[in-house]
């Protein structure tokens, strides 16, 4: 028998994210050996990942693994694995809109969902959420184009414009908007927002820890003191939202928010959860857009809202801007929340990731 075996892989970038795309049938079922398995394929644990594929960050440390959909009106399903830099840890329970925006140009280079001339429509069942997404991938001649004009802040250069609406999103863990049923709560004397949409997250002001909200992630990741203060008030917000003992877990992830200084509608510096993003998340972006628009929260005197229910809604972060397109109906816990954001990807590389037999069976 080989001590090695190969699994067939395609390696993308998706939106600011990058890592291994899998057909979920080419990893074991079992999910402990499936998690074995991606440490392997990814080099975890160890602060370089030298012996896999990942980046040495937790923004390319990430998996995904699609599958065929059975469920009515759904072309594949999407499962995704944020995989530990320095600890043998797979988490299942947040999902990734970066890496969500490759799933539809991965189904459709693996033969999952047929491409058409011009647009193709890929409808997208996130499992950890239990959520839909429509990915427009553009596809001429029936192929999948990832050259073109868009550009998103946190990569370089252009690509070709992928379109995610988001449907199901809120409660997508919690099973509500505001899983305590309030817009504000008090956590060791700092007010925060524990809100859930697309991502549950605890939101709170800089100001309220010392920060003007403007600090790029290298100063922020250089405050040990700041991460030591905030991540009690994380697993505090984790057991009030229903997530019990969060210590290992990357759910709720946290923003802290500041005034606009670039016209847009507000600050954010997004954590993931141990460290500052580069950019911004796009289920975060769609949370924090919504406790923007949320009377009440944290926001609140904060955030610059242009009017009405329809609208964009542009979120500064450390790489420049995020748009969201956001719809939102009624008001308080029972507002409902539509989303849409522009994402681009780009394949890097397909083939085989060699894995040491031993991690299949234990």
Known sequence: MDDLIAIPCLFMRGGTSR???????????????????????????????IDGLGG???????????????????????????????????????????????????????????????????????????????????????????????AIDGVPGTAAEIRLNFMDIVGSKA???????????????????????????????????????????????????????MEPLRREAGRRMGFGDVADKVIPKVALLAPPRAGGAVTSRYFVPHKTHAAHAVTGALCVATCCALEGSVAEGIAVMPPGEDREV??????????????????????DVAGGVIRTARKIMDGHVFVPAAAFGG
Request: proline share 7%; aromatic share 6%; charged share 25%.
């Open 19 to 49: 890592g291994p795309y899998f057909l979920r049938d080419d990893l074991p079922a079992d999910t402990a050996a499936r998690d074995r398995v991606l440490l392997a394929a990814m080099g975890s644990p160890d602060p370089r990942q």
């Open 56 to 150: 040495a960050d937790t923004l390319t440390s990430k998996v995904a693994m699609v599958s065929k959909s059975t469920r009515p009106g759904c072309d594949v399903d999407y499962l995704f694995a944020q995989v530990s830099v320095d600890k043998p840890i797979v988490d299942t329970s947040p999902s990734c809109g970066n890496m969500l925006a490759g799933v539809g140009p991965f189904a459709i280079e693996r033969g999952l969902v047929p491409a058409e001339d011009g647009v193709t429509r890929v409808v997208i069942y996130n499992v950890n959420t239990e959520s839909r997404i429509e990915a427009l991938v553009q596809t001429p001649g029936r192929k999948v184009r990832y050259s073109g004009t868009t």
């Open 175 to 229: 099973g509500a908007l505001l899983p305590t049923g309030r817009p504000r709560e008090d956590l060791g004397g700092i007010e925060a927002t524990l809100i859930d949409v697309a991502m549950p997250m605890a939101i709170f002001r800089a100001a309220d820890f010392g920060k003007t909200g403007y600090e790029s992630p290298a100063e922020l990741d250089a405050d040990r003191d700041f991460f030591a203060r």
């Open 314 to 335: 542009i979120i500064e972060h450390p790489s420049g801007i995020f748009s969201v397109a956001l719809k939102t109906t009624g008001q308080g816990a029972a507002m």
